[in-house]
């Protein structure tokens, strides 16, 4: 009994000096930021998936963060540490397409879930087991397997673009969708390719590829792909606001003393895009022909109206080619936000052009490689027009868009007022040239104006200075008009020609003074074509013609552009 009291006394003791000892530290502040130190919670970053260049867009994927208590050792006290370890699992939510109207032509995505050239396709859901597992690992597995397949957001789903014999009458071509248990929305011929295409459906639920592969097969059937969506290329506009601001493009081009010589007169610029309003003062007299691929009945649409004024806007605003006259073809539909398109109406509007006597193409829209578009691109270009389009607003770490990336195009990136980069703006070594294409002022639906972002507008100037080029010497032809803009360009970023800029920033004047000129009348002028009051009056003009035009073998450049400073796929 006597040792039981002791060890009592001891432990009351021993407890009675921890508990001095701990008040002590708690007076004096000693001891507590360690227990703090021990027990202080890991911070967790976990980094947004929302791309840095499109703030409009909501992240791909949410992670469901769940918390769970797990005893990781021993400290010095009576029992286990506890802290929370953070398990990110996910949650799969819609993705958006990637050919938008704005502002960001691709989303995010890593590796795996990028198909062979490079392009995303939707991130697959975890598998119905609960495992959680990535697409990566459970893709391609075969039956059993719960994941569902990617989704390719770069197509209409359920709609192939098919090559048929020509010879099929329409009853014929309903019969051979019929057999394939398809529908046929549309089909015509088409003369800039020499061939005979048809717009498909599938009726029922059957796989997708499994319809394809059965109608490739089919005698009458030449060729099968995915009508792939085409999206504008601009970044969100802000709402449109009356006025007349300065113009900072103009100056950077070095428009107005190129204007002195050339105005793109007897010049036609076919602009594929959405719905242009030919009413507005800044178009007045600029638009000569309307073709509507769509067959709606839709209004005009900020961007095409805007990408029309880049080019021939004289009212207020001025274009790079005031005189130039526009074929104005709506290839994209929807009036609020979003505008797309696809393979087939692409390839009408290619057609279109070409069929009615452009010598210039613009095209501000971007989409992935499509077999039928390059082939009607390389028709095109054979024929002589000039092909240009926006590099795409898709920033940094986007695979190579069509048809900017296409040989035959001049793929034309964007710059701001202080000559760098627009931040979205796609790179690569297909790019040609870049020009303004940041807080750019132009006309809007309404008789309105609007300030806009996008390479859309980069390549409509460009599409301007080409018409520039043309009217000084009709006969310039596309390889010798790109290399123009190329030895003439203001070189911007690294010196020499780069994956930013091209060969630099496009210099009207410069291209326009190295043309000689030609005073022969365009083939492609019709008696339609479009020309102001004052043009002959200014033809006239003592000395705008005396300058001495030097020969494009004798311009001095800032780099020889040969074929050693281009691509290979050029």
Not at 367 to 377: H, L, S, T, Y
Request: charged letters at 20%; one cysteine or more.
């Amino acid at each position: 009994m006597m040792r039981k009291s002791e060890s009592r006394l001891r432990a009351g003791a021993y407890a009675s000096s921890v508990g001095a000892t701990l008040l002590l530290a708690a007076c004096l502040g000693v001891g507590v930021a360690q227990a703090q130190a021990i027990m202080r919670t890991p911070t967790i970053s976990v980094p947004s998936r929302m791309p840095t260049i499109s703030p409009g867009i909501a992240a791909r994927v949410g992670p469901g963060v769940a918390a769970r208590a797990v005893a990781v050792g021993r400290g010095p006290g009576p029992g286990p540490i506890v802290t929370s370890r953070i398990s990110a699992r996910m949650v799969p939510t819609p993705v958006l397409p990637y050919a938008r109207y704005s502002p960001n032509l691709y989303p995010a995505c890593t590796a795996p879930y990028r198909d062979a050239g490079g392009e995303c396709l939707a991130q697959p859901s975890a598998g119905g087991d609960g495992a959680g597992k990535s697409g990566k690992k459970t893709a391609g597995k075969g039956r059993g397997n719960n994941t569902p397949a990617a989704v390719d957001l770069r197509t209409f789903a359920d709609q192939f673009v098919a090559e048929i014999d020509g010879a099929l009458s329409l009853a014929e071509a309903d019969e051979l969708a019929r057999r394939h248990g398809l529908t046929r929305v549309s089909s015509e011929n088409f003369p800039l390719i020499g061939a005979t295409f048809g717009l498909f459906r599938i009726t029922d639920r059957r796989a997708y590829e499994t319809v394809r592969r059965e109608f490739a097969a089919d005698g009458s059937v030449r060729s099968v792909q995915p009508n792939f969506r085409y999206g504008l290329q601009d970044q969100k506009s802000s709402v449109p606001s009356e006025g007349d601001p300065a113009q900072y493009a103009l100056a950077k081009l070095r428009l107005p003393q190129a204007h002195a010589l050339a105005h793109g007169a007897n010049v036609t610029v076919a602009v594929i895009d959405s719905g242009i309003d030919a009413q507005h003062p800044e178009l007045a007299n600029s638009i000569a022909e309307n073709f509507d691929a769509l067959g709606s009945a839709e209004g005009p649409h900020v961007h095409g109206t805007g990408v029309a004024g880049a080019i021939v806007a004289h009212a207020k605003l001025m274009g790079s080619a005031p005189e130039a006259r526009i074929i104005a073809i709506r290839a994209f539909g929807g009036t609020t936000g979003g505008a797309e398109s696809s393979s087939y109406i692409i390839l009408r509007s290619l057609n279109y052009a070409a069929e009615h006597g452009a010598q210039i193409v613009n095209m501000s829209f971007a989409g992935p490689k499509d077999a039928v578009i390059e082939r009607a691109i390389a028709a095109t270009a054979a024929r002589g027009l000039v092909l240009i389009a926006a590099a795409g607003n898709a920033g940094a770490k986007s695979p190579p868009l069509y048809p900017a990336a296409n040989p035959n195009v001049i793929a034309v990136s964007a710059t701001d007022q202080q000559d760098r980069l627009f931040t979205a703006s796609n790179r690569g070594n297909y790019i040609a040239v870049a020009a303004p294409g940041v807080d750019i002022f132009l006309p809007a639906p309404g008789g309105k104006y609007q300030m806009t972002s996008g390479t859309s507008f980069s390549a409509a100037y460009v599409s301007g200075v080409a018409a520039l080029l043309l009217e000084r010497n009709y006969a310039l032809k596309p390889e010798a008009l790109r290399m123009t803009l190329a030895k003439t360009a203001r070189d911007l970023g690294a010196p020499g020609r780069d994956d930013l800029f091209g060969d630099g920033e496009a210099d009207a004047f410069a291209a326009v003074m190295t043309v000689p000129a030609n005073g022969a009348t365009p083939v492609a002028a019709a008696s339609g074509t479009t020309k102001r009051e004052d043009i002959e009056k200014r033809r006239d003009e003592p000395g705008l013609r005396a300058i001495e035009q030097p020969s494009l073998s004798s311009t001095g450049d800032k780099a020889t552009v040969s074929q050693a400073d281009r691509p290979a796929t050029r």
